[in-house]
């Protein structure tokens, strides 16, 4: 069955640095996949989205690439700040004939220092 | 102008008891979603309707049961709630069933003592 691993340990960086999450996956090929971002006691709210056709997608200090050989993205965050600490969930789409369906990894929890 | 609600935001409760949590979705979405997170913060699907027909339904105990009156409302009954159930429901709504961005709604802690 499809099986998406994130680093499972917390990530403290300092401020100002790149903090860069991996999400891996198995025994699939998704289309697309997606980070989203999940602050304590809030829903996930949708950062960006990749395709399996892109390398690399950026929005202003994001950066996702996606490696479907290595079955891996990162999520980089340029030149972090405080404000950047959340849960980051990488998600796939899932083999769902009828669509929408995102499977989820367990998130990275980013703790930004200032 | 909340994009996705639900109500409540915390349900505590006793085994045994029936609960009900609603989603609302002002986007004008076709499709909508119920997940749970659990301790380890893993966000499962449960069920999905594309304009109140169900698409999607995980390995769900029949106790589960979603409702969707209208394509902007997506309710989710449980009934004889375990302590197992204790999770953190979310309701998600995308623009039809191939759009792949989802908005999640705030969340319901359910707590079943």
């Given at each position: ?5 994130q680093n499972?340990?917390?990530l ?7 903090a860069?999450l991996t999400c ?11 980070w989203y971002r999940q ?5 996930p709210v949708?950062l ?14 994001l ?12 999520f980089?965050i ?6 950047d600490s959340a849960t980051y969930l990488c ?14 990894g367990?998130g990275t929890e980013l703790?930004?220092?200032? | ?113």
């Amino acid at each position: 069955s499809q099986k998406i691993e994130q680093n499972s340990e917390a990530l403290n960086i300092q401020e100002g640095k790149t903090a860069t999450l991996t999400c891996n996956y198995t025994n699939y090929s998704p289309a697309y996949l997606q980070w989203y971002r999940q602050d304590p006691g809030r829903g996930p709210v949708f950062l960006l989205l990749i395709r399996e056709n892109e390398k690399e997608k950026r929005k202003e200090r994001l950066k996702v690439t996606f490696d479907t050989t290595l079955k891996q993205s990162l999520f980089h965050i340029t030149a972090s700040q405080p404000a950047d600490s959340a849960t980051y969930l990488c998600a796939l789409e899932g083999i769902y004939n009828q669509g929408g369906k995102l499977i989820f990894g367990q998130g990275t929890e980013l703790s930004v220092k200032p | 102008d909340t994009a996705v609600s639900q109500t409540p935001k915390y349900l505590v409760t006793q085994m045994g008891n029936d609960k009900s949590i609603k989603c609302e979705q002002n986007l004008g979405h076709d499709t909508m979603y119920w997940y749970k997170q659990d301790s380890k913060k893993f966000l499962k699907i449960m069920f999905s309707y594309n304009n109140k027909e169900l698409i999607i339904n995980e390995t769900v105990p029949n106790r589960f049961s979603p409702k969707s009156p209208d394509k902007a409302h997506l309710n989710l009954h449980i009934n004889s709630l375990e302590l197992g159930d204790s999770a953190v429901y979310f309701c998600a709504s995308s623009q039809d069933r191939t759009q792949e961005t989802q908005y999640f709604g705030p969340g319901t802690r359910l707590l079943v003592l």
